[in-house]
């Protein structure tokens, strides 16, 4: 079993930026594809980016390409999204998630285990 604890969304200006943690804990960290989705209302469930904890490949989806950035520290079992020149159509609650497999999936069926959500608004 995996536990996954998002933090730092908010509210933020049209430009500005934030960063999201996720904190995992449980089975050891490194075998484990870690992802960002998110989710808007009335829409499904997106992919965002995801890293391979032990090879440190990365995939973004071209929404967030040169925005976003990726990044886990596996002595702290923890996840970053580093957001810049956000932009209201980011306004999403946004997960983490956590992948058993090598593979860097963008399906979110794909994913074993959920973190709980944290609120992203991007205001114009």
């Known amino acids: 079993q995996v536990q996954l604890v998002e933090s730092g969304g908010g509210l933020v200006q049209a430009g500005g930026s934030l960063r999201l943690s996720c904190a995992a804990s449980g089975r050891p960290f490194s075998i484990y594809t870690m992802g960002w989705f998110r989710q808007a209302p009335g829409k499904e469930r997106e992919f965002v980016c995801a890293?391979?904890?032990?090879?440190?490949?990365?995939s973004y989806a071209d929404s967030v390409k040169g925005r976003f950035t990726i990044s886990t520290d596996n002595a702290k079992n923890t996840v970053y999204l580093q957001m810049y020149s956000l932009k209201p159509e980011d306004t999403a609650v946004y997960y983490c998630?956590?992948?058993?497999?090598?593979?860097?999936?963008?399906?979110?069926?794909?994913?074993?285990?959920w973190g709980q959500g944290t609120q992203v608004t991007v205001s114009s």
């Open positions: 890293i391979s904890a032990r090879t440190r490949s990365t």
């Open positions: 998630a956590a992948d058993s497999s090598w593979a860097i999936n963008t399906q979110p069926s794909d994913y074993d285990y």
